[in-house]
C-alpha cells in the first residue's frame, strides 16, 4: 500500500505562480508513473502531467510551457511547478502514483491517488 499526500496549493492571481508538491510513504518501491490530474466540481478528473521513473514526461496542451513536472526518485515525491496561472487553472490538483511503466493519461492506470490541495486563480 501507498500513502500519498499533496501540498502547495493556494490562491494567486494570475500570472502567478504555485509550486505543488506530493509526497508519498509506503511501498513506494512498486511505484513507476506518477502524474497531477485536477478536477472542478461537475467535471470528471482530467490528467494535467506524467513521469515515468525514467523521467519521460508527457503534458496535456493547457499545461505546455507553463507547468513543469518533476519527481525525485529516490523518495518517490513529486512536484508540479506552475507558471501564469490562469484563472481556467482553478481547480483541485491530485497526485496519482501507478504500479505500470509507460505512464498513460487516464485515471484508469494509477492505483494510488491523494486527497487533492486547492489551487484558486483569481483574474
Known sequence: QVHVVESGGGSVQAGG????????SGYTSSIYC???FRQ???????WVAVIDDDGTTSYV???KGRFTI????AKNNLYLQMNSLKPEDTAKYYCAAGIYRGCRN?????NYWGQGTQ???SP
Open 17 to 24: 505562480s504555485l509550486r505543488l508538491s506530493c509526497a508519498t
Open 34 to 36: 506518477m502524474g497531477w
Open 40 to 46: 472542478v466540481p461537475g467535471k470528471g478528473r482530467e
Open 61 to 63: 496542451d493547457a499545461a
Open 70 to 73: 518533476s519527481r525525485d526518485n
Open 106 to 110: 487516464s485515471t484508469a492506470w494509477y
Open 119 to 121: 489551487v484558486t486563480v
